[in-house]
Nanobody, 123 residues
Framework: QVQLLESGGGLVQAGDSLRLSCTVS????????MGWFRQAPGKGREFVAT????????YYADSVKGRFTISRDNAKNTVYLQMNSLKPEDTAVYYC????????????????WGQGTQVTVSS
């Protein structure tokens, strides 16, 4: 079974930065595709960023492109989400997730989820 543990959320001001971390146990990055999603109150779960298992390419939602960066440390089985130039609209619960598909941007394609970490950006 895959287990994901997230950390790094918090309260920041607009323009600040945060780095979220997600440590994976039970699997390695060679066998799963990792992605980040977020969900604001009253809204659906939104894709943020992911890797492609086949070629390692990264994919980002248009709303975060140029500001957020997904990265990983295979030796530590950890994936990161570096968030720069944060805006109030980025306020949400952020989730780390794992998929068994080669590439996935739809939350329905992810079968393992972390507990979520709250990110709040004040104006």
């Amino acid at each position: 079974q895959v287990q994901l543990l997230e950390s790094g959320g918090g309260l920041v001001q607009a323009g600040d930065s945060l780095r979220l971390s997600c440590t994976v146990s039970g699997r390695t990055f060679r066998s799963v595709v990792m992605g980040w999603f977020r969900q604001a109150p009253g809204k659906g779960r939104e894709f943020v960023a992911t890797f492609s298992r086949s070629d390692g390419n990264t994919y980002y939602a248009d709303s975060v492109k140029g500001r957020f960066t997904i990265s990983r440390d295979n030796a530590k089985n950890t994936v990161y989400l570096q968030m720069n130039s944060l805006k109030p609209e980025d306020t949400a619960v952020y989730y780390c997730a794992a998929s068994l598909l080669p590439v996935a941007v739809d939350w329905r394609d992810y079968v393992y989820w972390g507990q979520g970490t709250q990110v709040t950006v004040s104006s």
